[in-house]
């Protein structure tokens, strides 16, 4: 499995979804298909990245993404190193850009990092020689959760292209709706927000999203309903009166689901908060494809970084 210019990103990064056109997007996607059979194979193993290495740096807690970088890089048979808050040198006061330059001392080819920050990859793009994903940066943006979304919808459907995707919870916090609205608006999909008031940013027409604050609204006639967590530590006010009201108003139980088609399907980035922003039976329920994501994640992600190294060695 060697990387050619057919196989290849035109940047070094990732960073937004506005990085890549949606040729490049396909390309993910279908290059993820190949990957997903790796995972179905008795020996998960390929040799696309012998030899490179790939540092995670996760200044937040994670589980899926972090775990399925790993997963990914593993099966792509790079050497990784990971790095934790808690673990660094960054409880005794070093800087993001120090840490950076740490790690950059050891030559690594690939750097995924996760940051509170809105911008800290962006940041580390401008000051690393390695490529730079990004993994989640404060309410910004969560490229390749948006790319494994985007693969289970068209695995699921066969299109992205015509479909109504509602996307509902706390809009004003999740980098999930803006990396979403952008993949999913650039590939010819219809995205309707739907939150609380208070929780709708401002905007979000200019990413070609429609917002209400009717849940009724938003899941009538939708191919994919796609759940949001709301979440109470980045809130720095008051937002919601109350957990229940919130369910009462904006959770999605089974009743609400029939307003979407009767083939829609159920999806939740994670992780969730049963009873909060989703009924367990929904959040079980044969609709649903969070498992799904899950699973996805780790092909999408090995897309993603078989991808980058392809144009890395051009460039060599």
Do not use: W
Not at 39 to 56: C, D, F, H, M, W
Not at 63 to 90: H, Q, W
Not at 100 to 109: I, N, Q, V
């Amino acid at each position: 499995m060697t990387a050619t210019a057919a196989t290849a990103l035109r940047t070094r990064h990732l960073l937004s979804i506005d990085d890549i056109n949606e040729a490049e997007i396909a390309l993910v996607l279908d290059t993820a298909v190949a990957m997903k059979e790796v995972g179905a194979r008795s020996i998960k193993k390929v040799p696309a990245l012998r030899g490179r290495t790939v540092v995670n740096l996760f200044f937040e807690p994670s589980t899926r993404t972090r775990l399925s970088f790993e997963l990914a890089e593993k099966r792509l048979s790079a050497d990784t190193m990971g790095m934790t808050t808690a673990g660094s040198s960054v409880v005794k006061g070093e800087t993001l850009i120090d840490t950076a330059k740490t790690l950059e001392a050891m030559s690594p080819d690939m750097i995924v990092v996760r940051h509170a920050s809105s911008g800290a990859a962006h940041l580390l793009s401008r000051v690393c020689r390695s490529s730079i994903i990004n993994a989640g940066d404060g309410t910004h943006e969560h490229p390749t959760q948006a790319l494994l979304d985007a693969f289970t919808i068209r695995e699921r459907k066969g299109r992205l292209a015509g479909l109504r995707v509602a996307i509902v919870g706390d809009l004003l916090h999740s980098r999930v709706l803006r990396s979403n609205a952008l993949l999913l608006t650039k590939m010819g999909a219809s995205v309707v927000a739907c939150g609380p008031a208070t929780l709708i940013p401002l905007g979000l027409d200019r990413l070609g999203v429609t917002s209400t604050t009717s849940m009724d609204e938003a899941c009538e006639g939708a191919d994919v309903v796609m759940m949001l967590r709301v979440q109470h530590e980045r809130m720095h006010g008051l937002f919601l009166p109350s957990v229940r009201e919130y369910f009462t108003l904006f959770g999605l139980n089974a009743e609400r689901l029939k307003r979407a088609k009767t083939d829609a399907i159920v999806m939740h980035p994670g992780p969730m908060n049963r009873g909060v922003e989703i009924a367990s039976d929904v959040a079980d329920g044969s609709q649903s494809v969070i498992l799904d994501q899950v699973a996805n994640g780790v092909a999408v992600r090995m897309a993603v970084l078989y991808l980058l190294a392809g144009e890395s060695k051009e460039n060599e």
